[in-house]
């Protein structure tokens, strides 16, 4: 499996929106900068995602972006679909490849594409947008400040 930067990105900002899923609308720039994403791209994500039942939107001087579900419901796996089209780390192994290899029967590698495929989806469809906030706390918790001179 190949993350592209859109891919990336689409989970940083579904990742930005969950952790401040509380506070409400976040703004565009805000999310840009907090991320580091460009806005010019993020606006492209943001249309993706809004398409996809991810996040809404609210326009205005008082507008930005939230999520349309909460971050408990919404998986890792589903983002990177969205975004990427499949797990799998190779085509052939891919439901939604349209082209089948003439070898698919004999090929000895297809079972280990396989497995491998079956082994992502078991995280990324595990892992929700809620446990990242968690694990991105407790980075942030336990994170270690070096004072050089």
Not at 22 to 42: C, E, M, N, T, V
Request: charged share 30%; hydrophobic share 30%; proline share 3%.
């Amino acid at each position: 499996m190949r993350i592209s930067f859109k891919g990336d990105y689409a989970l940083k900002t579904i990742l930005d929106l969950s952790c401040n899923y509380a506070k409400g609308l976040s703004r565009i720039g805000d999310i840009a900068r907090r991320q580091d994403i460009p806005l010019k791209y993020l606006e492209q994500i943001l249309l993706q995602l809004k398409g996809g039942g991810y996040v809404i939107s609210k326009r205005g001087t008082e507008g930005g972006y939230m999520l349309a579900k909460k971050p408990s419901s919404i998986t890792i796996g589903e983002i990177i679909r969205l975004t990427e089209g499949f797990t799998s780390p190779i085509s052939c192994v891919s439901s939604s490849c349209k082209s089948k290899c003439n070898d698919e029967t004999r090929c000895p590698f297809r079972p280990l594409w396989q497995d491998i495929k079956e082994m992502i989806n078991g995280v990324v469809d595990r892992v929700t947008f809620e446990d990242m906030c968690h694990k991105k706390e407790t980075l942030e918790k336990n994170k270690i400040v070096n004072y050089e001179i």
